[in-house]
């Protein structure tokens, strides 16, 4: 056979063989990211599940629970429930690796201190000072309690929870009048007349006017059509 057909035939060996080597090479590259790929999973969201069922969750994605010791408050997630996690939700991990945990303990639970007799502002002080928060907050008038006092709580003194609600006594609302118009009365007898109906009324000032008799009101505050109470004060000036 001539040099030159042998060195071809050697040629095409070679190249044959080098093809080979990089098809093999190239699989073995795409076999080992699939593999690699394959033992990658999505961390799965585990807030707010029971600590079984966030077992249950990691276990069939290959994936393993690590639950921390110590549990933690949470107002939002119950007691026993997953409050935090460790790689967070979406994040890929290799299967086999463990998921971090931390379980609520619940919402804070303080001991309720006694509310009942101490004023708004006081009993608010107090449950601020014990950790506590307050719920709601009732009101009604009754003059059987004093006024601006707590008459009620709920949860009782000593009952363990994160907030209580209070019912308190705005007081007896005061009785408010309609103040008559007293212009062109007689100043004296008006003003008598309102004292003993438990008003405060003083004539102030007298001063002369032409073809008014004397002692008339002449001016009034408040004027006549406002609302008084007794405990409003009220002022008549009369003529001279």
């Known amino acids: 056979m001539p040099l030159k057909a042998r060195v071809w035939n050697v040629g095409k060996v070679l190249l044959l063989a080098g093809a080979l080597v990089a098809t093999f090479f190239l699989f073995a590259l795409v076999s080992m990211r699939v593999a690699l790929r394959a033992r990658d999973v999505e961390v799965p969201n585990l807030v707010g599940a029971t600590v079984e069922n966030a077992s249950l969750t990691v276990t069939n994605l290959g994936l393993a629970l690590r639950i921390d010791p110590n549990q933690r408050p949470d107002e939002r997630v119950p007691a026993g429930a997953v409050m935090q996690q460790d790689p967070a939700p979406g994040d890929v ?4 690796r463990s998921i971090r945990v931390w379980v609520s303990s619940g919402p804070r639970r303080t001991t309720v201190p006694g509310l009942v007799g101490q004023n708004e502002r006081t009993a608010r002080a107090r449950v601020d000072e014990e950790g506590l928060e307050v719920a709601t907050v009732s009101e009604f008038r009754s003059p ?5 006092a ?7 003194p000593s009952a363990r929870a994160p907030r209580v609600s209070m019912l308190l006594n705005r007081g007896e609302q005061a009785t408010t009048y309609v103040m008559p118009d007293l212009i062109g009365t007689n100043g004296e007898r008006a ?5 003993t109906r438990g008003f405060r009324v003083t004539i102030v000032g007298s001063q002369p006017y032409q073809g008014v008799p004397p002692g008339t009101v002449v001016r009034q ?7 008084v109470g007794p405990a409003d004060g009220i002022s008549l000036e009369v003529s001279r």
């Open 93 to 96: 991990a290799r299967r086999q």
């Open 144 to 148: 059987d309690y004093p006024a601006d």
């Open 150 to 156: 707590v008459v009620a709580q709920d949860p009782a």
């Open 191 to 195: 003003a008598e007349t309102l004292r």
């Open 221 to 227: 505050q408040p004027p006549g059509g406002f609302r």
